[in-house]
């Protein structure tokens, strides 16, 4: 049975820093494209950040490049996403995904055959 748990959600001032993780179980990440998504209250989900199953190829929405980074460890079967100079419209639950041997289009959602339950973040101002 495939597992995606998130944590390291919280409360956060604006301008700090979070680090949000993603443990697998049941799927080796390496053979995996990962992804987080982001869903605010009121809207839709949203791309945030993936990282091709190759590892060597990452992609990031306008909104958070420069300030968010993907990462993995294999060995650990986990990836990390490190949220800086947060702000308050980072605001959102967080979600891990996986889709198997992805490279491309990966801002597409309905790539992603397997899901964790999402990570709560709060940046307040």
């Known amino acids: 049975q495939v597992q995606l748990v998130e944590s390291g959600g919280g409360l956060v001032q604006a301008g700090g820093s979070q680090r949000l993780s993603c443990a697998a179980s049941g799927l080796t990440i390496s053979s995996y494209a990962m992804g987080w998504f982001r869903q605010a209250p009121g809207k839709q989900r949203e791309f945030v950040v993936a990282?091709?199953?190759?590892?060597?190829?990452?992609y990031y929405a306008d909104s958070v490049k420069g300030r968010f980074t993907i990462s993995r460890d294999n060995a650990k079967n986990t990836v990390y996403l490190e949220m800086n100079s947060l702000q308050p419209e980072d605001t959102a639950v967080y979600y891990c995904?996986?889709?198997?041997?992805?490279?491309?289009?990966?801002?597409?959602?309905?790539?992603?055959?397997?899901w964790g339950r999402g990570t709560q973040v709060t940046v307040s101002s």
């Open positions: 990282l091709s199953w190759t590892g060597d190829s990452t």
């Open positions: 995904a996986a889709n198997l041997r992805g490279t491309y289009n990966l801002k597409y959602d309905y790539l992603y055959e397997h």
